[in-house]
């Protein structure tokens, strides 16, 4: 009883402890280091483990840390500040340690544009804990923290000191071993993405100055192709064209049966035969679909893609569009990021969370009613976790034990595998769904289907789960996508394509930059805009 008394007392003081703003500062940057940077170390400790070259980083970091606490803490800003940025490293380091995710511009885009379903999915317990061990208890220590000011002239004079024996010595330590010191800071840059909060701040910072960047720009929509026009043969050949593009979430190629995969996660989709080609070395233009989604409609490739111009330039849907199709989005997620915003779109989920098997309701009902040039995209859910669980009804269950939880560190690699490739077979039954409403439709229509995913997912591979890597440190199991096309022989008669052309070409390497101008080819549209050598069907067409 005199313990929880005295516990109550102590609680009750106003502050716990008296310390002057330069001993606070140096106290936050140790506890920056030591609380929130365990995996950054750990990377550099993988590229070079010696002993001496990490201490000397760590003192470096700590006194670069006192340099911009210096910076930022005073008498007004020092504990506001040095809370929220407890919270901030507290719930980047829980996403870092679990997931073993690094953090960029590209992973905050994929942060803003979350909705709240995938936001739940990520909450639970474990993050309740960490956030309340290393966010809530460091920050209650900092509010009872008595942090002693002098005069305003004075804490600039320590303030200054203290920023110049840092950059001094800190200069100094490289210096002595500025040859190892570049040539590690120049072969491991993408280590910056590991360290907190650099890491997040940088992104931030990076985002912000694009966003500014951007405002001042016109924002009147950009159009290309205008000159889009159908070829003869598509305008008049009896029967209207049907193009229907399935965009999945987060399906890697690795785990396709029908690249060899030794699961048949790809069993509903083989009563269809030699009408399914299967390209096998696919890569995405980006690890989130913050990124890939408006990238896979641009004209522009990867290396040249801007997130921001793609909310007003023109893609693949408007160039159709004013080719004479009539397009049509149709999405189980929310958003199409801007991509849909100039033609018909529908979200059909009004829950939490739906199944993709919602995406072929009143399918088959529309389009027998337009009876027009049509071209389709069904946005998928697809395989986005971590809830893997949560992608399909308990009767699809094909591959067992499950992951039952989004704590994937915690369940076994056969587990999350098994729960993983049961998402790709439910899709596969969908997309088989779909394709069987397109042969039904063969009287009105000349149908094809294309499927491609946003980009792939890491599920415990060098212990690195989920998506939205930095792409230059993203495996590969993240980039590599897989890419399905169906078509029947009416088709390739009537429009000169190869079937057999084309599946010499399965094991050939495309990427995403491919797909607007293949469906331009395929689709039968000329514009300037169109580039045959990026094409990936125009070699096959007779």
Known sequence: MAVIARLKNLISERYFWKMNSLGFNAFYSLLTLILFNKIFFEKVWAVNPDVLFVSLMAAVLFLLLNVACALLFWRRTAKPLAIIFTFLNAFVFYFMFVYHTAVDKVMLLNVLETDVQEVKALLNWDLFLIVGLLGVLPSFLIYKTDIVFGSGRAEVVKKVAVVLSAVVVSAAVIGLGYKDAAQFLRNNKPLKYYLIPANYVGAVISVAKNKIREAGKPKETLKIGEDAA??????????????????????????????????PTNAPLEKFGNDILSFRDVSSCGTSTAIALPCLFSHKGRKNFSKSQSYYTENLLDVAQRAGYKVWWRGNVTGCKGICSRVESEILCKEDTCYDDILAQGLKERLLKENKDMFVVLHQLGSHGPTYYKRYPETESVFTPNCGTERLDKCSREEILNVYDNTLHYTSKNLAEVIEILQSLKDQYNPVLLYI???????????????????????????????????????AAKFKLDRECLRKKLGNNYSQDNIFHSFLGLMGIKTKVYDKNLDIFSDCRL
């Open 230 to 263: 159908l070829y003869p043969i598509w305008q008049d050949n009896g029967k209207k064209n049907l193009f229907v593009f399935v965009v999945g979430e987060t399906a890697r190629a690795a785990n396709f049966s029908l690249n060899g995969y030794k699961k």
């Open 453 to 491: 995913s946003d980009h792939g997912e890491s599920l415990g591979e060098n212990n690195i789960y989920l998506h939205a890597a930095p792409y230059a440190l993203a495996p590969k199991e993240q980039t590599h996508v897989p890419l399905v096309l169906w078509f029947d022989d009416e088709f």
